[in-house]
């Protein structure tokens, strides 16, 4: 009998403590509605655009008939994939992508920490926001208007750039960079850089400004340099978004920035820029092809997962220091 009754109490008590519980979190979500209706905004546009489009894929593994829809067409299984191995533009498109985003990483990527770690260095605060002001403004920029100011600079009678050349005399006349294929992936990377640099490091400069000071101070004390701080101080401490950043980035390898090739892009550069996206493009639209230009996308998401894999597996062997 005293054992029911305790079994009982014990019961009830656990009953008041659940619901407590549940109250106290219907509380907080109350509190907190507005950041919730946001989050689920922000989670219903990736739904909506990117979810609930996936079942379109299956057109890839089918010669699709728009008057039959999506799964109406014959099945035809791999044979836009091996269609598109066997292409001839194959390993011209794909060599192109792999370069100009793995420069665009090589350079964008240390260029985004080490601006960062100046904007730290910046002690009158005005001045730090001026700075950073001058080079966050470029990324909102549309690719169309730098598209635009990019053509201008770089004509070959009138551009800035050529004026400059021809009157130190480095050339005779105009180059066009733009319709050179030695001149394209250069000038797709810095432009990149230049647009987006200083946006990237944001995430940087706020892990940089969560370091405990504390550190600074003691190794300041200890003799240590400004350069000996970076070294063992900032960078191992921002080493785990350093390293989430470029795990995130390298699974964008394959997702070129088709604002800008398309809108660069000319018929005596093709063979320098023409990418995967452009391609695709192409492919679906100017000529129908949904479903081969299905296949391509699809190839290249994958390809894109095999890499940001591959990179997370051989962070994780990789012992990096970092500041705990």
């Not at 044979?79 to 194959?90: I, T």
């Not at 066009?176 to 000038?187: A, E, H, M, S, V």
């Not at 230009?293 to 994958?302: E, S």
């Amino acid at each position: 009998m005293t054992n029911g009754l305790s079994k009982q109490a014990n019961d009830i008590r656990k009953n008041d403590k659940q619901n407590r519980l549940l109250r106290e979190l219907v509380n907080k979500a109350y509190r907190q509605r507005y950041l919730l209706f946001m989050a689920y905004l922000g989670l219903a546009y990736i739904i909506i655009f990117y979810y609930v489009p996936i079942y379109g894929i299956v057109i890839a593994f089918k010669d699709f008939d728009v008057t039959k829809g999506f799964f109406g067409g014959k099945w035809i299984g791999l044979d836009h994939f091996r269609e598109f191995l066997s292409d001839s533009y194959f390993f011209l498109i794909l060599r192109n992508t792999l370069a100009i985003n793995f420069l665009r990483l090589l350079v964008g990527f240390p260029l985004s920490i080490t601006l960062a770690i100046l904007f730290n260095e910046i002690t009158h605060n005005r001045f730090r926001g001026i700075v950073q002001s001058v080079f966050y403004v470029p990324y909102f920029i549309s690719w169309v208007i730098m598209a635009g100011f990019i053509t201008t600079i770089l004509n070959p009678q009138s551009g800035i750039l050529n004026e400059i050349l021809i009157k130190i005399g480095i050339v005779d006349k105009g180059i066009d960079f733009l319709g050179n294929n030695k001149w394209t992936w250069t000038i797709f990377v810095l432009s990149d850089v230049y647009k987006t640099a200083g946006f990237n490091s944001i995430l940087f400069t706020a892990a940089i400004y969560a370091i405990d000071p504390t550190l600074y101070e003691a190794t300041y004390i200890d003799g240590a340099k400004k350069v000996q701080q970076i070294m063992h101080i900032t960078l191992p401490s921002i080493m785990p978004t350093i390293i989430v950043l470029l795990l995130l980035n390298v699974g964008w390898m394959m997702n070129s920035n088709f604002d800008q090739i398309f809108l660069l892009q000319n018929s005596l550069t093709l063979e320098t820029t023409e990418v995967i996206d452009t391609y695709v493009y192409k492919t679906g639209l100017k000529f129908g092809r949904f479903d081969y230009a299905a296949a391509i996308n699809l190839f290249k998401n994958l390809l894109g997962l095999s890499f940001l894999v591959t990179t997370n597996v051989l962070v994780k062997k990789i012992k990096i220091k970092t500041v705990i």
